[in-house]
């Protein structure tokens, strides 16, 4: 005998919608991860490198569905990033990207008296000259200046 049978249609119908949804749709695993590639560069401003922060690329949805996670990376030193999305230095998302720079931390300095006094950072108050960027398949060399 038949379970199907012993079910209303009507729940039948349900269950069997809901099985090929699942099906469609997925179950964990793959976490809805879209299309990366790799994207690093150096940021300048007047020239030189921005010695540290941080810079974040953020999806600009097209109004086709999810825009995608955002890319991040850290500044080195000499200005240049790695973005990672996913993974470490995996790159961004491919598409365009509002881009972000948080400014470093300024330097900690102790006073004769013991207090401690933090300078402000000489990148604080900068934005990005060219707001958006693009990325697209391949290997993506972006180098973005900052402006007062």
Do not use: W
């Amino acid at each position: 005998m038949s379970i199907i049978r012993n079910v209303p249609s009507h729940l039948a119908r349900l269950v069997g919608c809901s099985t090929l949804a699942l099906g469609l749709v997925g179950c964990g695993g793959g976490g809805g991860e879209m299309t990366v590639a790799p994207a690093s560069g150096k940021m300048t401003f007047n020239g030189g490198p921005v010695t540290g922060g941080s810079i974040t690329l953020a999806p600009v949805g097209g109004g086709k569905g999810p825009a995608g996670k955002p890319a991040s990376g850290a500044i080195q030193n000499d200005g240049t990033f790695k973005l990672s999305t996913y993974g470490t230095n995996d790159g961004a998302v491919i598409g365009k990207h509002k881009v972000s720079f948080s400014a470093p931390a300024g330097e900690t300095t102790t006073r004769p008296d013991g207090h401690s006094v933090q300078s402000p950072s000489p990148f604080e108050g900068l934005s990005v000259k060219t707001p958006e960027v693009e990325v697209k398949s391949g290997n993506n060399d972006l180098q973005i200046e900052l402006t007062k």
